[in-house]
């Protein structure tokens, strides 16, 4: 009767990380949890921000210098969570990893936290930061620039 009721519990265990959520589902989560904000440091010039995985296509978001947006999500195990951003400002435009494993270890996890990464465009390029910090602010780390 104890190894059944044992083999029970490890079942209902098992079950509950086989119905885990979804990566791009923002509750709880069995592993990292994560939130990545982007905001648009160029004054009246709308970006347009389209977020997608390898499951999800989060589709078209417009940013502005008072508006940004942020999405959440669950970390995958085996760090094989991968999200990438294509991004346009007049006809400019730009695509990269906005979150991936070397991402989240430039941030670091912690496992009891809502772990955040912030990405600012502006006119040169982009930029990363573990905190959110003023457009000016000589902390946001340079990333990359327009094509
Ligand atoms: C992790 O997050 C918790 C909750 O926000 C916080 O209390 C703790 O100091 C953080 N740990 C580290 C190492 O930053």
């Given at each position: 009767?104890?190894?059944?009721?044992?083999?029970?519990?490890?079942?209902?265990?098992?079950?509950?990380?086989?119905?885990?959520?979804?990566?791009?589902?923002?509750?709880?989560?069995?592993?990292f949890?994560w939130?990545?904000?982007?905001?648009?440091?160029?004054?009246?010039?709308?970006?347009?921000?389209?977020?997608?995985?390898?499951?999800?296509?989060?589709?078209?978001?417009?940013?502005?210098?008072?508006?940004?947006?942020?999405?959440?999500?669950?970390e995958?195990?085996?760090e094989?969570t991968l999200?990438?951003?294509?991004?346009?400002?007049?006809?400019?435009?730009?695509?990269?990893?906005?979150f991936d494993k070397e991402i989240a270890k430039i941030i670091g996890r912690?496992?009891?936290?809502?772990n955040?990464v912030?990405?600012?465009?502006?006119?040169?390029?982009?930029?990363?930061?573990?905190?959110?910090?003023?457009?000016?602010?000589?902390?946001?780390?340079?990333?990359?620039?327009?094509?």
């Amino acid at each position: 009767m104890f190894v059944t009721k044992k083999l029970f519990s490890v079942f209902i265990i098992l079950t509950c990380f086989l119905i885990a959520p979804s990566q791009s589902q923002y509750r709880n989560c069995y592993y990292f949890k994560w939130t990545i904000n982007f905001y648009d440091g160029v004054q009246d010039s709308p970006i347009d921000v389209h977020v997608k995985s390898k499951d999800d296509d989060l589709g078209h978001h417009t940013i502005t210098y008072d508006h940004g947006w942020p999405f959440g999500f669950c970390e995958q195990f085996f760090e094989r969570t991968l999200f990438w951003g294509h991004f346009t400002l007049g006809s400019q435009f730009v695509s990269f990893n906005v979150f991936d494993k070397e991402i989240a270890k430039i941030i670091g996890r912690n496992i009891s936290a809502n772990n955040m990464v912030h990405w600012l465009l502006k006119q040169d390029g982009y930029y990363l930061s573990p905190e959110f910090k003023p457009y000016d602010d000589p902390a946001w780390m340079f990333r990359g620039h327009w094509q």
